[in-house]
């Protein structure tokens, strides 16, 4: 069973600094998602990760994805107040292809 | 082209009454899944459809059930309504025209929030 655990749960920070938010998975998994969910609001997804060392970037957001490792990076550059959300990977599962989701992390940015 | 739709938006249901949510799924998309997330949690799998039929169901008992149309929208029914099961319901669609193995993303609803007392 695909199990998936995202770190840290919960990160408050200033704006203009870095960091990474970090998304392990316990089986193998043929791709990657990440969403954002805004408080009150549905998913809008971010990225498609579909291969071992792939490297996607949008704005300050930039995901990659090891499947050797398991472990899929979000990585956050120069944040700005706007960044504030929740962000989940979704791993899809190669034996059924639905996305097993992890707890989210809550994302605050203060000015 | 537009986007998945939901309804209702809002719905507070009590103990054991009966619920029936509804989905459009975005135009060109065959396949409709259901989530349910709890406040402060991550998306759980409920089910999903793919032409009129279930195809793949998460760990929920069966007075979850669903439907599907021609027109590819969809429902989710909830029976005998507990309180654990107040959570926002998502509903997303893709296209599945390449096979299971090759679908892609997931387009995702606004939701409904349902509140049972």
């Known amino acids: 069973e695909l199990k998936v655990e995202q770190n840290p749960l919960f990160l408050s920070m200033q704006e203009g600094k870095n960091y990474t938010i970090y998304c392990n998975y316990s089986?193998?998994?043929?791709?990657l998602y990440w969403y954002r969910q805004d408080p009150g609001k549905s998913l809008e997804s971010l990225f498609v990760?579909?291969?071992n060392g792939a490297v996607k970037q949008e704005g300050r957001l930039m995901a990659s994805l090891d499947t050797k490792a398991r472990l899929s990076t979000l990585h956050i550059t120069a944040a700005v107040h706007d960044l504030s959300a929740t962000y989940f990977c979704a791993p899809r599962s190669r034996s059924n292809y639905q996305l097993i989701w992890g707890a989210g992390t809550k994302l605050i940015i203060k000015p | 082209e537009t986007g998945v739709t939901q309804s209702p938006t809002h719905l507070i249901k009590t103990r054991g009454q009966q619920v029936t949510l509804r989905c459009s799924s975005q135009?060109?998309?065959?396949?409709v899944s259901w989530y349910q997330q709890a406040l402060g949690q991550g998306p759980q799998f409920i089910f999903q459809?793919?032409?009129?039929?279930?195809?793949g169901r998460g760990n929920f008992p069966p007075r979850f059930s669903g439907l599907q149309f021609p027109n590819y929208s969809s429902e989710l029914n909830v029976n005998a309504l507990e309180l654990d099961d107040s959570a926002l319901y998502l509903c997303?669609?893709?296209?599945?025209?390449?096979?299971?193995?090759?679908?892609?993303?997931?387009?995702f609803g606004p939701g409904t929030r349902l509140t049972v007392l």
């Open positions: 997303a669609s893709t296209s599945t025209s390449g096979g299971f193995s090759s679908y892609n993303e997931q387009f």
């Open positions: 459809y793919y032409r009129e039929e279930e195809n």
């Open positions: 089986t193998t998994s043929d791709r």
């Open positions: 135009s060109g998309h065959n396949t």
């Open positions: 990760l579909l291969s």
